[in-house]
């Protein structure tokens, strides 16, 4: 069980070429939620995806030096605020609770959605970061027998 | 009738597993399989035959579509589900670091 010591180095390389693919592709299924299937979900989990391939192939230790947890951390646990704050931007400037006050541009267009565009990034920051901090956590627990 | 039947036969698997197996990776996946019994019956439930998905694209013309709300519904099951699944599994974990085993016979000690 050499966990923090990563694996070969064909999986290393390949990891590094694909892992900015990977992000890009769950960037991509974010902003076209409101188009296509996807949305802040499913782009999200591809997000988190994409840092569990890193974590595995190079192990704990060193993506506890490439990405700044505590940061990430921060980000996951802000998130959920800045859900609240445009819900309540809604109620100030369009009458309801997570009403449209954006511009709502034209159908079909990239900005055609109003305020569900932010929405589903914020969405797609919060699945992505909780689910790769979750695995990140149970990662730390040793394996060796117990007692 | 027969695909809701099918899907009951599904849910009965994920209750054999939970009841039978003694591994807890086992029931772990049992549940799981329980939980995809469910979605898929309530995804089927807003089938319509001859309708296509419920997504509107450009240049298309407006045709009968399937019932959008019950895979919402199942999104939101799915997201629930992972949550309670990762909270199985950091329980999993640590009472395998406790007792060294994950076979449910073994893990008799209420205490200590």
Known sequence: MQQSEGMTIIVKTATRITVWIILLYGIYIIFHGHLSPGGGFGGGVIIALAFLNVMLAYGRKYTNNWLNIGFLQDVEASSALMFLVLGILGISLGGAFLANFMYKGKLFDLISSGTILPLNIIIGIKVGMSLFLVVWALAATNSEKGD | ?112
């Open chain 2, 1 to 112: 009738m027969l695909v809701y039947i099918l899907c009951f036969g599904l849910f009965l698997v994920g209750i054999y597993g939970v009841i039978v197996k003694r591994d807890l990776v086992k029931i772990i996946l049992a549940l799981g399989i329980q939980g995809y019994a469910v979605n898929l019956m309530i995804v089927l439930f807003g089938y319509r035959n001859g309708s296509i998905y419920p997504i509107l694209a450009k240049g298309k013309e407006p045709v009968p579509m399937v019932d959008p709300l019950p895979q919402a519904l199942v999104l939101t099951s799915i997201v629930i589900e992972l949550g309670t699944t990762a909270l199985i599994v950091a329980l999993a974990i640590k009472l395998f670091e406790k007792y060294g085993t994950f076979d449910i016979t073994k893990i008799r000690r209420l205490s200590g």
